[in-house]
């Protein structure tokens, strides 16, 4: 471990800028509300009611893109589960609401059109679909020449959920005494690329095709390709059988940006980072990199792909609901009195 090196900005990414931006947008989004909009923006999925009663359903929507993993999927020539990443980013951010995901958009931009390619793209978000349980609607191919480098392209997703009002999960009925049950996810899923290029294959000139013994003796572009998980059906199994309070996505910003915007003013999250292992790509990320602690944990997963936040009576129960969907998990932290934010132990 190191305490200095490599950064995010350096690699080319301001998150400070990006929290700025959402500053200035918001106040903008604002004046397009209606009744209808529940919420601001902020949270993992914008909310728009179609009624008042409790029954009445609340239609949950994201969006977004899979970034600079792109560049790692042109680099090797496989275009298979870029698709999936698509999907699990959009989807896993709508279920952090309780919403059963319905159905699903994509945006497919080259600058010339490859049948062959496009196709496996989109065989990869029909998987994506299939994991999530959602059908796959309709999409938009743009073909923009001199926009895009040749063999280059960019995808956008848009997933819609839906759950009754009276079922909506926003994190109001956290309280200090829950527990926060981390799930294992599947890597580095798909943020922080710009910081893993800069330092894996810029600073520390590694290839993707070398076999990396630390990393099991497979392909680095493998390992680095490695799709994000989709949780929604684990997700819904577990709010049919436990008494779900709230739900983070761990995206881009790792825990620290993540969790709080599923805890209600007043909470505040203990984590303590001995309950689960950090699977070894992120350690090696970390030293080809010279990246610190701080920088690793602002920007990363660090394993942990979802959080849910339960009673502690039920810790158990949902531990035993997600090994039954082969979902790896662990007690990871408790919600503790304070200000909305992630504190270590």
Not at 178 to 207: D, H, K, M, P, Y
Not at 326 to 343: L, N
């Amino acid at each position: 471990m190191t305490d200095g090196g490599l950064t995010y900005r350096a690699a080319g990414v301001d998150i400070e800028a990006g929290y700025e931006a959402v500053r200035k947008i918001r106040e903008l989004a604002r004046s397009t509300y209606g009744p209808e909009v529940l919420g601001d923006i902020g949270r993992f999925g914008g909310l728009y009611a179609l009624g008042d009663g409790p029954d009445d359903p609340v239609l949950v929507a994201g969006t977004d893109g899979v970034g600079t993993k792109l560049k790692l999927a042109f680099a090797m020539d496989r275009h298979d589960t870029i698709g999936i990443d698509l999907v699990a980013y959009c989807v896993n951010d709508i279920i952090c609401h309780g919403a059963r995901p319905l159905f699903f958009l994509d945006y497919l931009a080259v600058g010339r059109l490859d049948p062959e390619r496009a196709a496996r793209i989109v065989e990869g978000i029909v998987k994506g679909c299939q994991m999530a349980g959602c059908a796959l609607i309709g999409g938009e191919t743009a073909e923009m020449p001199g926009f895009y480098s040749p063999g280059e392209y960019d995808v956008a997703g848009f997933a819609v959920g839906m759950v009754p009002r009276s079922k909506l999960i926003d994190g109001s009925r956290v309280e200090p005494g829950n527990v926060v049950i981390g799930l294992a996810s599947t890597g580095l899923q798909a943020s922080g690329f710009s910081l893993v290029r800069e330092a894996v294959l810029n600073r520390a000139g590694r290839e993707l095709h070398e076999l990396v013994e630390e990393l099991g003796n497979r392909p680095l572009g493998e390992v680095l390709l490695t799709p994000t998980a989709v949780y929604a059906k684990v997700i819904l199994a577990l709010i049919e059988a436990c008494d779900v309070r709230g739900i983070a996505n761990v995206s881009g910003g790792g825990i620290p940006e993540n969790l709080p915007r599923a805890l209600r003013e007043g909470t505040r999250a203990v984590i303590r980072r001995d309950r689960w292992t950090v699977p070894p790509i992120f350690p090696f990320v970390q030293a080809c990199g010279g990246i610190s602690d701080e920088e690793m944990w602002r920007t990363f997963n660090m394993g942990i792909g979802m959080m849910v936040i339960v009673p502690e009576e039920e810790a158990e129960k949902a531990l035993d609901v997600l090994a039954a969907k082969g979902q790896q998990a662990w007690v990871i932290g408790e919600i503790v009195p304070g200000s909305p934010g992630v504190s270590w132990a």
